[in-house]
T-cell receptor, first 113, second 111 residues
Framework: GAVVSQHPSRVICKSGTSVKIECRSL??????MFWYRQFPKKSLMLMAT?????????EQGVEKDKFLINHASLTLSTLTVTSAHPEDSSFYIC?????????FGPGTRLTVT | EDKVVQSPLSLVVHEGDTVTLNCSYE??????LLWYKQEKKAPTFLFML????IEKKSGRLSSILDKKELSSILNITATQTGDSAIYLC???????????FGKGTLLTVNP
């Protein structure tokens, strides 16, 4: 199946700093990428839908100025958590759409101290 | 608002047992229903179902979709300890192929 990578896999940062997470589709072009957040023992919550070359569509309750999404090319989307706080600590997962299937990246564990 | 409900939320069985996990949904412009297995990292894909009544099988796992009842089941036969995981059901809908996930079923298979 198709491969999606995320970098970094794990990051620890101090409160107030910004963190960038990259999501790449390695062997296919993804017109749409999705960013999810997962709290411990909870399901995945869609944060935003990212279309190449246009602004991301954010789900209700997700602050677009806090979670900046850039989908600069058909194989790369980035999520920047700005001015991170401890409550932003979570598992962030991206997925990339190829035709009607979605392929997930391995996830990024963010810990804000 | 799209909704996916899974049951049970958790299940403990012994090796060799057969389990059935349930998923029901309400979604605008249904495209497909997907099952994922999640262990420690991101979910891994199991099945995608688009047509009603057709069973998909992969080894000891099988799944079927009932579009009339807006539901799906995932069966695992002869369970093994390696089947212990969270099983997530997601429905794909809308023009942007958005996935809405259920809360998952935590399956624990004891030796």
């Amino acid at each position: 199946g198709a491969v999606v990578s995320q970098h970094p896999s794990r990051v620890i940062c101090k409160s107030g700093t910004s963190v960038k997470i990259e999501c790449r589709s390695l062997d296919f072009q993804a017109t749409t990428m999705f960013w999810y957040r997962q709290f411990p023992k909870k399901s995945l919550m869609l944060m935003a839908t990212s279309n190449e070359g246009s602004k991301a569509t954010y789900e209700q309750g997700v602050e677009k100025d806090k979670f900046l999404i850039n989908h600069a090319s058909l194989t790369l989307s980035t999520l920047t958590v700005t001015s991170a706080h401890p409550e932003d600590s979570s598992f962030y997962i991206c997925s990339a759409r190829s035709d009607s299937e979605q392929y997930f990246g391995p996830g990024t564990r963010l810990t804000v101290t | 608002e799209d909704k996916v409900v899974q049951s049970p939320l958790s299940l403990v069985v012994h090796e060799g047992d057969t389990v059935t996990l349930n998923c029901s949904y309400e979604v605008t412009n249904f495209r497909s229903l997907l099952w994922y297995k999640q262990e420690k990292k991101a979910p891994t894909f199991l099945f995608m179902l688009t047509s009603s009544g057709i069973e998909k099988k992969s080894g000891r796992l099988s799944s079927i979709l009932d579009k009339k009842e807006l539901s799906s089941i995932l069966n695992i036969t002869a369970t093994q300890t390696g089947d212990s995981a969270i099983y997530l059901c997601a429905v794909c809908g809308g023009s942007n192929y958005k996935l809405t996930f259920g809360k998952g079923t935590l399956l624990t298979v004891n030796p």
